[in-house]
């Protein structure tokens, strides 16, 4: 399995940037690039299991490698669900990682991911246009956030 990775600059706090994409209101608009009504089930704590779903029956089963707020996810991918069933796989590296760095006020997101040729073409298409819906999101938020 070899790995891809992706990044991009947004000129919002890792604080904002980790809210868009792990938030409950947040995280099916930016997904929504790689499936229309996309939805996640989980708790994002370390060790915890999360059902991503298509919204029709299809998705993933994954879990919580590691939680370190505001600065690093890893997702580890345990299988597919078709149909509503689960098809567990053994996938050695299927790690889907978040680093998030700030510097000078803004903040570096890196994805990496353990990706088959199978679909290296579709994430490589994919994953810029959801990137930068995550980066719109997190720089407008910016712009409404009120001081109390």
């Known amino acids: ?8 600059e947004i000129n919002a706090t890792p604080e904002k940037v980790w809210d868009v994409l792990f938030g ?9 690039v790689f499936a229309e009504g996309s939805t996640v089930e989980t ?3 370390k060790g915890s299991r999360a059902i991503f779903s298509d919204g029709k029956g299809d998705g993933m089963v994954a879990r919580i490698e ?5 600065k690093y996810m ?3 991918h345990l299988g597919e669900i ?4 689960e098809d567990l796989k053994d996938w050695e ?8 760095e700030e510097k000078d006020g803004k903040t570096t997101l890196k994805i990496d991911m353990g990706i088959i040729d199978d679909w290296r073409d579709y994430f490589e298409k994919t994953w810029p246009k959801a990137l930068d819906k995550v980066k719109e999101l997190a720089e407008d938020s ?5 001081e109390t």
Not at 1 to 8: A, C, G, P
Not at 24 to 32: A, F, Q
Not at 94 to 100: F, G, S
Request: glycine share 2%; charged share 35%.
């Open 1 to 8: 399995m070899d790995t891809i990775e992706f990044k991009t």
């Open 24 to 32: 409950v209101d947040t995280y099916p608009k930016w997904t929504s």
């Open 43 to 45: 708790d994002w704590k």
């Open 66 to 70: 590691e939680n370190i707020p505001n």
């Open 74 to 76: 890893s997702i580890k």
């Open 82 to 85: 078709k149909d509503g069933k």
């Open 93 to 100: 590296n299927a790690l889907e990682n978040y680093t998030l």
């Open 142 to 146: 910016e712009k409404f956030h009120v």
